[in-house]
């Protein structure tokens, strides 16, 4: 199970870190991706992460602007996003795969594990 959280209204140029927590199994054992979504388009892969293997990507609309890190004692990984624009305003999701599938990165259909999403807002 993930669980997201850290969505808030900001203004453009803003910062919001996003969190997203995996319980009852060890986060480091899979490839999580970050999302984002909103409607009546379909969903975007942002950034994705195998901690085990240090491995990173991210999308070129966030490239520079975001980035990950995860706390292995929390079980938690984080999005930092900087520089925030409004075309970022979106439902961001965080999703596990196995981590043989990481690559090619972020493919929805190979995400298999979903948070609920939380809500970021840029005006």
């Known amino acids: 199970q993930l669980v997201e959280s850290g969505g808030a209204s900001v203004q453009a140029g803003g910062s919001l870190r996003l969190s997203c927590v995996a319980a009852g199994d060890t986060i480091g054992r899979y490839c999580i991706g970050w999302f984002r979504q909103i409607p009546d388009k379909e969903r975007e892969g942002v950034a994705g992460?195998?901690?085990?293997?240090?491995?990173?990507y991210y999308a070129d609309s966030v490239k520079g602007r975001f980035t990950i890190s995860h706390d292995s004692a929390e079980n938690t990984l984080y999005l930092h996003m900087n520089s925030l624009k409004p075309e970022d305003s979106s439902m961001y999701y965080c999703?596990?795969?196995?981590?043989?599938?990481?690559?090619?990165?972020?493919?929805?259909?190979?995400?298999?594990?979903w948070g609920q999403g939380t809500q970021v807002t840029v005006s």
């Open positions: 992460f195998y901690i085990d293997g240090g491995d990173t």
């Open positions: 999703a596990a795969t196995p981590r043989w599938r990481c690559t090619p990165w972020l493919i929805v259909s190979l995400y298999n594990t």
